[in-house]
């Protein structure tokens, strides 16, 4: 299985902020992993054209529940895949907490992006308060079985467990915890599709930094990170992805 590096620049970047992908390409040419950034929408063009030629793949971060139509500020998967998407990242905390994005509503966008020929990234995880209540797993599997689109397989879907807590925090998972998530979501996939349930890439994701992405990448069933402020400084995410590469 190839590993993914995956940035999320979130509402982050402007044109100016596009010196760092050069950066980053000429500095890792030839990664031993997959690498992807995901900008915001106004840059998505302008990277896919920044990254042309070159092993750097670009993903949206969002996108809605129908191909076109009267859904003023909107981006479809399509229109996302003609900007030179290959991915779109999906169901993420803040999505789902600013604005109140659901599993069944999640499960229809990565339908969406399955349906454009994006490959989805699939995002799911605990509060802390969820956690201290001891629900981390069973939360973790409803959100996964509520958000998982039809026709999915190893190719088309990407699970990227990431506790909220995590988030931003310069906090993270004990190395087992991560562990037990994710043996818990490859059991789980490897439940609802079979033999592609091996096949689907695992991400971790939340306060993941070069520091610590080796320890992290040792880890069972971790097939990647999704990195967001470490993946806006072409250094960092740089690291991150030989890290990966090394694992
Ligand atoms: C994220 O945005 O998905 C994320 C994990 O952020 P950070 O790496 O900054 O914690």
Redesign the pocket.
């Known amino acids: 299985m190839q590993k993914l590096a995956a940035g ?1 620049w ?1 509402m982050n970047g402007s044109a100016a902020a596009l010196a760092e992908v050069g950066a980053l390409i000429a500095a890792h040419p030839a990664p031993a992993c997959e690498m992807l950034l995901c900008p915001p929408a106004t840059l998505l063009a302008q990277m896919t054209w920044a990254a042309r030629g070159s092993k750097l793949m670009t993903g949206g971060q969002d996108c809605h529940t129908k191909a076109s139509g009267a859904h003023t500020g909107d981006i479809s998967a399509a229109m996302l895949k003609d900007a030179g998407a290959s991915h779109v990242i999906l169901g ?1 905390s ?1 999505r789902r907490a600013d604005h109140g994005e659901s599993d069944a509503l999640v499960k229809a966008k990565a339908e969406a992006a399955l349906a454009a020929g994006l490959t989805a990234i699939v ?1 799911l995880g605990e509060t802390e308060a969820q956690r201290d209540a001891g629900e981390t797993l069973a939360l973790c599997g409803s959100q996964l079985n509520g958000s998982l689109p039809e026709g999915a397989n190893a190719a088309n879907l990407v699970v ?1 467990y ?1 506790p909220v807590w ?4 310069g906090r993270t998972p004990t190395l087992d915890q991560i562990a037990e998530v994710h043996g818990f979501l490859r059991a789980q996939l490897v439940k609802r599709l079979g033999e592609d349930g091996h096949g689907v890439r695992l991400l971790y ?4 930094k070069p520091s610590n992405a080796a320890e992290i990448f040792a880890v069972r069933d971790v097939d990647g990170a ?5 993946s806006l400084k072409a250094a960092d995410f740089g690291a991150i992805v030989a890290a990966l590469s090394a694992a």
Do not use: D, F, P
Request: charged share 15%.
């Open positions: 999320n979130k993420h803040e995002c990227a990431e995590a988030i931003g925090t994701g939340g306060s993941v999704l990195v967001g402020g470490a």
